[in-house]
């Protein structure tokens, strides 16, 4: 059963995507945060509007603190925007769903079930048929190259291994849409590697809609079939850039000239949100000096 509300508009159409339908719209968002120490609210985003269609493969790159993770939230019903609407397949989103599978910079994987019965857990939850769930965990953990590793606890892994397990996880529930906080970006650089073409494949095999955060603009063009870059707080859309480069893809693209010219307009664009954020963070901390 998927948790969203009527919603009286109707789907919008991404542009520059064949004309498609709107898998996730971002209308107006507007969000704020009230810190527990008082003061004047926190504008995480101011106005936001983006449209991410079905079978993309979207990337949110941006400084810290611009919203990436808020944005994130917003689509996985973690969070109520202060303005504006989120729409999945043209409704409201009321609050999480197993239409909408999630993973964490940390796997947060249950420490006493073991491998199988952690990726287990959703279906069972949900009352999947046994046979069916089981048959469903082989499947996937033998597609992230974990069968062999069922029975092992989350501790007996590697941190590589515990993400593949995450990954699997929100995988099972074959949901139409994937949500990704900086899955990667606790990883050392082989390992990540590894973990970027295990996730292309899955996503050229199946196509689901993705919705992947990340600060690494070289994992966002490699990965995306677009990257949005977001500008510092609050959080606005600065650039969308569709990522027109050869699939399937693998790390040869990386010489690509067009890869290499598009990753150096990107980064300049991060660098320089990325300066306004810290100059920002020192102007406010001054003016809370002088009160």
Known sequence: MTDTVAATTSAAIVPGVRGQP???????ITKEFVSQAGGRPI?????????????DFVCLIGPSGCGKSTLLNLVGGFERATSGEVLLDGAGIAGPGPDRGVVFQEGALFPWLNVLNNVCYGPK??????????ADAHAILDEVGLLSFAQHLPAELSGGMRQRVAIARALINR????????????????TRV????????IWEHDNRTVLFITHDVEEALFL????????????????DVRADLPRPRDFSVLRNPEFVEMKAELFALVREQTIAAAADSSSRASGARAR
Not at 176 to 187: I, Q, R
Request: proline residues 9%; glycine residues 8%; charged residues 30%.
């Open 224 to 239: 995306g079939t677009r990257v949005v870059v977001m500008s510092s707080r609050p959080g606005r859309v600065l650039k």
């Open 175 to 190: 949901p139409p849409v994937l949500l990704m906080d900086e899955p990667f970006g606790a990883l050392d650089p082989q």
């Open 194 to 201: 590894l973990m970027q073409e295990m996730l292309l494949r």
């Open 125 to 134: 939850r949900l009352g999947v048929p046994r046979e069916r769930y089981l």
């Open 43 to 55: 504008k995480a985003l101011d106005g936001l509007s983006l449209d991410i269609a079905e079978k």
């Open 22 to 28: 709107a898998k996730i719209s971002f209308r107006g």
